[in-house]
């Protein structure tokens, strides 16, 4: 699934760029970038465009990368679902 990343928080991405989730490294810049500097709906968008069991191997595969709040909420989270 190709997505066409939102220049708020993919500024560093060329203008035409988009992340293919299907692709490993695409989706975990993804989650990590939309979890540390997304906002609400960047969020639900993440969640309604991974499946859970995805998003949580992505996650734990990265978890060291995210600040301690970040990933101890991800992880609440995670863990409550």
């Given at each position: 699934m190709n997505i066409l990343p939102d220049k708020k928080l993919f500024w560093f991405l060329k203008d035409s760029a988009s992340l293919d989730l299907a692709n490993t490294a695409?989706?975990?810049?993804?989650v990590q970038q939309v979890l540390t500097r997304g906002r609400m709906?960047?969020?639900?968008?993440l969640l309604t465009a991974v499946d859970f069991k995805r998003?949580?191997?992505?996650?734990l595969k990265i978890k060291r990368f995210f600040p301690r709040e970040v990933r101890t909420f991800w992880e609440d989270f995670i863990e409550s679902y």
């Open positions: 695409d989706l975990e810049l993804y709906e960047d969020v639900k968008a998003f949580k191997q992505v996650f």
